[in-house]
């Protein structure tokens, strides 16, 4: 059967039923140009003879009907491609022997008429139906022919000419398949090399969209090109559709001027302008033909978070350790200095005594507070009126403390409600205003309590008069165990910021260099 295919033979796919349709159209049109040639029969123009025969029109005319009857097949049947291709180059073959025998033998217009739709059909078809298509043809003019010879109407000499004109057809047909192939071949190539670019960009689309680093990619002017859903998250905008990078930060716009300018691959650290969150910003020049330029914006904080993660694990462990291992103990050394302190009669013995349990609360102070950093995530959020609950907090340190009144001084502006959980913030402040006053020269407003209100966060700030901290040490301050006091533990500054960071707020020491002393600030969220 002709529309049986091999097993190797590729899929009729919506290409060959285009292709078949375009080679109809091609045939429906030749039809009409016979049929216009034949009615209006002008001899110099005429394309199948000099003279007109009769039955040459109705012959025309059914070729022109059958064409029209093919084409309109495919589109409403789209099954059985082979066995429709086979149909229409049978009619092709029918009807130009048919007019080759009306008008007396072959000539050269309908001889070429028939090359081309052994052609057409040798690039529209599949497998080895091409040769089967010119043997057809090959067998229908040599039966012509020996009719006509038979028939004393033809000469024996014109086989010659019909033996050249059937090595030309097995020639176009063997040509047009072996064109088709290589054709078939690049198409499935190229298909193949499609597909798996479109699979590979939905992947990369798909991995760019879920990092958790933003990506830009900008050309040389700074203009935005593309950019992924990170990129609003970070930058704090809703929507980013502006192109221009200074709409997203002018710290970013600033970062790239000077990144063209200079060049190298050093990261830029930025503030974003709407959440406040550290950034770190590199710049990767690509091989584009445009020059594009990668920008690559990673979350400080979630590098941060992780480092605090690894850290946390390793503090139960120890915190775990130390309850068992250390407190105890200490309990039962305090509790015995203690008895003997009663017992005590000799002043030398009395000292001694002393500076056992001095450095025993001293001991006992630090692994309390290592015990509550261990419990800096069992948080209690909720929305804090700082107008009322800073005025009560310095009122019970200053007596708790033996401070006169004056001393630690509230300054409030704005509406002044923190989310945070209350007992962490109590336990911040404390540790910030001790270390303010015992830095500060202890007069009236020596010690501050500044809050002010921008968009979405509260900076409260706790600031002293005192001579501040000085360049050396202002990397270290926040590090554990790092004190210069004497009887300082060096934890109080450390879990202050473990435990604004626990809350989603930031503590840092600010470098106001108009005024004296130092200026710590939590920088909180005002909504939950």
């Known amino acids: 059967m002709p529309d049986a295919r091999r097993a190797d033979a590729p899929p009729i796919s919506s290409i060959h039923w285009k292709t078949l349709r375009y080679f109809s159209i091609y045939r429906l049109c030749v039809a009409a140009l016979f049929a216009v040639s034949t009615f209006y029969w002008i001899p110099s123009l005429s394309l199948i003879g ?3 025969v009769p039955y040459q029109l109705a012959i025309v005319g059914f070729y022109f ?18 066995r429709q291709l086979t ?27 028939l090359l081309v739709t052994l052609a057409g059909a040798g690039l529209v078809g599949q497998g080895r139906l091409a040769m089967f298509y010119a043997a057809l043809a090959t067998l229908a003019v040599l039966a012509e022919e020996s009719l006509r010879v038979l028939t004393r109407t033809g000469e024996t000499v014109d086989f010659f000419q019909i033996g050249l004109f059937c090595a030309g057809s097995f020639t176009v047909a ?7 192939s290589r054709v078939i071949a690049n198409e499935e190539l190229a298909r193949k090399r499609g597909e798996a670019l479109r699979n590979q960009i939905i992947v990369s689309q798909h991995v ?3 990092m958790q680093d933003g990506v830009l990619v900008l050309d040389r002017a700074g203009q935005i ?29 600033t970062g790239f001027r000077n990144w063209s300018e200079r060049g190298g691959d050093v990261p830029v650290l930025i503030r974003a302008p709407a959440s406040g969150i550290h950034l770190r910003v590199r710049f990767i020049a690509t091989e584009s033909s445009e020059g594009d330029v990668l920008v690559l914006i990673e979350d400080l904080g979630r590098l941060q978070e992780q480092a605090r993660q690894l850290k946390l694990a390793a503090l139960g462990r120890l915190t775990a350790n130390i309850a068992h291992e250390i407190r105890n103990p200490l309990s039962a050394i305090k509790h015995a200095g203690e008895l003997m302190r009663e017992e005590s009669t000799s002043p030398p013995h009395d000292r001694l005594l002393r500076i056992v349990l001095d450095n025993t609360r001293r001991v006992e102070r630090i692994v309390s507070d290592v015990l509550e950093l261990g419990r800096r995530d069992r948080i209690h959020r909720e929305s804090i009126d700082l107008r009322q609950s800073l005025p009560l907090f310095v009122e019970e340190f200053v007596f708790k403390e033996g401070v006169s009144a004056g001393v630690v001084r509230v300054e409030i502006s704005g509406r002044a409600v923190i989310v945070f959980d209350r007992s962490h913030l109590h336990r911040i402040l404390w540790n910030l205003v001790g270390n303010a006053l015992r830095h500060s020269r202890r007069e009236n407003g020596s010690v501050r309590l500044r809050v002010q209100e921008r968009e979405r966060h509260i900076d409260l700030h706790v600031i002293d008069d005192g001579d501040g901290v000085s360049e050396t040490h202002r990397e270290q301050i926040f590090e554990p165990f790092f004190t210069t006091h004497s009887r300082g533990t060096g934890l109080g500054l450390y879990i202050a910021r473990e435990l604004c960071d626990a809350n989603d707020a930031q503590l840092e020491l600010l470098d106001n260099p108009d005024q004296p002393g130092a200026d710590f600030c939590i920088s909180g969220r005002n909504v939950e």
């Open 174 to 180: 063997i040509s047009a398949r072996l064109l088709a």
């Open 208 to 210: 760019i969209e879920e």
């Open 50 to 52: 000099h003279e007109r």
């Open 87 to 113: 149909i229409q180059v049978l009619i092709d073959v029918l009807v130009l022997i048919w007019l080759v025998h009306a008008v007396g033998g072959l000539r050269d217009n309908l001889g070429i008429m």
């Open 225 to 253: 090109k593309q950019h992924n859903p990170r990129i609003g998250q970070l930058l704090g905008l809703g929507n980013p559709e502006e192109r221009k990078l200074s709409s997203y930060s002018t710290e970013l716009a």
């Open 65 to 82: 009907l059958a064409n029209a009857a093919s084409l309109a097949t495919l589109y409403v049947y789209r099954r059985h491609f082979n």
